[in-house]
């Protein structure tokens, strides 16, 4: 009795074969996580970025295009498999084709359910913060003097989460689009 319950869970959550080109890669992204991934992606980006269109995406300036696979591809996904694993992706290019490979297998090109308002907000402000650190329109994400009345203004990340900015973001936030 207990071999026929182990094996009828077993058969709920098959993987899909990986097709050849990518086989050998140092992280194969699950169906499951790419599945997660792709949902919490496009509650993040409908979010951030409620009316983006294709051709406003295009003509992002590099900040804008960093900030939006920051915020809409990398986060989530580490979210999901862990930054160990995205470093692993991120470090091997068939890893990296194949990640790429399974979100477009999976992402929504419907709306989906949205964030909570407060989450979003949130998350509207994060992002916010770090587009303006990464255009240089402030100066330091430290202790900064208001010089007014003297008084210690700190700020206690630089740019994002605990500094997260290692990824290949233009490369990846294309090819995940598209």
Same mark, same amino acid.
């Given at each position: 009795?207990?071999?026929?319950?182990?094996?009828?869970?077993?058969? !709920? @959550?098959?993987?899909?074969?990986?097709? #050849?080109? $990518?086989?050998?890669?140092? +992280?194969?992204?699950?169906?499951?996580?790419?599945?997660?991934?792709?949902?919490?992606?496009?509650?993040?980006?409908?979010?951030?970025?409620?009316?983006?269109?294709?051709?406003?995406?295009?003509?992002?300036?590099?900040?804008?295009?960093?900030?939006?696979?920051?915020?809409?591809?990398?986060?989530?996904?580490?979210?999901?498999?862990?930054?160990?694993?995205?470093?692993?992706?991120? !470090? @091997?290019?068939?890893?990296?084709?194949? #990640?790429? $490979?399974?979100?477009?297998? +999976?992402?929504?090109?419907?709306?989906?359910?949205?964030?909570?308002?407060?989450?979003?907000?949130?998350?509207?402000?994060?992002?916010?913060?770090?587009?303006?650190?990464?255009?240089?329109?402030?100066?330091?994400?430290?202790?900064?003097?208001?010089?007014?009345?003297?008084?210690?203004?700190?700020?206690?990340?630089?740019?994002?989460?605990?500094?997260?900015?290692?990824?290949?973001?233009?490369?990846?936030?294309?090819?995940?689009?598209?």
């Amino acid at each position: 009795m207990l071999l026929l319950s182990l094996t009828a869970c077993s058969f !709920g @959550d098959k993987q899909s074969a990986i097709p #050849a080109e $990518y086989a050998g890669a140092a +992280y194969e992204l699950s169906d499951s996580n790419a599945q997660k991934w792709a949902f919490v992606a496009k509650q993040t980006e409908q979010c951030i970025y409620p009316n983006l269109t294709r051709i406003q995406y295009e003509h992002f300036q590099k900040e804008d295009s960093y900030i939006h696979s920051q915020y809409v591809f990398f986060y989530p996904l580490e979210d999901i498999i862990g930054e160990d694993n995205v470093k692993i992706i991120q !470090g @091997d290019q068939k890893a990296m084709d194949y #990640a790429t $490979y399974q979100f477009k297998k +999976y992402k929504s090109r419907t709306d989906v359910e949205n964030l909570e308002n407060k989450q979003c907000a949130v998350l509207r402000t994060k992002a916010r913060d770090d587009l303006a650190v990464v255009k240089g329109e402030r100066k330091s994400a430290m202790v900064e003097e208001n010089k007014e009345n003297g008084t210690a203004n700190a700020n206690t990340k630089a740019a994002t989460d605990d500094n997260k900015f290692f990824f290949d973001i233009i490369k990846w936030g294309a090819a995940l689009l598209l």
